[in-house]
Nanobody, 123 residues
Framework: QVQLVESGGGLVQAGGSLRLSCAAS????????MGWFRQAPGKEREFVGA????????YYADSVKGRFTISRDNAKNTVYLQMNGLKPEDTAVYYC????????????????WGQGTQVTVSS
C-alpha cells in the first residue's frame, strides 16, 4: 500500500545536526502512524521515535529525547527526523516505517519499511 524512501543521511561532526526525510507514495499516508528506527553494525534494530497520524503526538526512545524531533507533512506525504546534538553512538542506518496500530516501539509494530539511509557521526 505504501512505498517509503529515506534520504538526508551523511557524515556529520559530533554536536552537529542533520534532518532525515521519508517520502511516501500512495494515497493513504495520513492513515498511518510513522516510526523511525536505527540499526548499527552488529546490533539489533532499535526504536528511535514515532508520530501519530495527525502529527499531534510524538514519542521517543530515552536515548534521543531532547535531541531528536519527528514531524510530518501529510500534504507532502513526508515524515521528518530532525537530529540535533548528534553523538558518535547515533551512527547507524536509519529507517522509517508505517505503524500497524495506534502506537508501537517494536519493529513488529510496524509494517512497511524504507531502504534506510546511513548516518555517521564523527567524534
Amino acid at each position: 500500500q505504501v512505498q517509503l524512501v529515506e534520504s538526508g543521511g551523511g557524515l556529520v561532526q559530533a554536536g552537529g545536526s542533520l534532518r532525515l526525510s521519508c517520502a511516501a507514495s500512495g494515497r493513504t499516508f495520513s492513515n498511518y502512524a510513522m516510526g523511525w528506527f536505527r540499526q548499527a553494525p552488529g546490533k539489533e534494530r532499535e526504536f528511535v521515535g514515532a508520530i501519530t497520524r495527525s502529527g499531534g503526538t510524538t514519542y521517543y526512545a530515552d536515548s534521543v529525547k531532547g535531541r531528536f524531533t519527528i514531524s510530518r507533512d501529510n500534504a507532502k506525504n513526508t515524515v521528518y527526523l530532525q537530529m540535533n546534538g548528534l553523538k558518535p553512538e547515533d551512527t547507524a542506518v536509519y529507517y522509517c516505517a508505517t505503524g500497524l496500530g495506534d502506537y508501537g516501539t517494536r519493529a513488529g509494530d510496524f509494517g512497511f519499511w524504507g531502504q534506510g539511509t546511513q548516518v555517521t557521526v564523527s567524534s
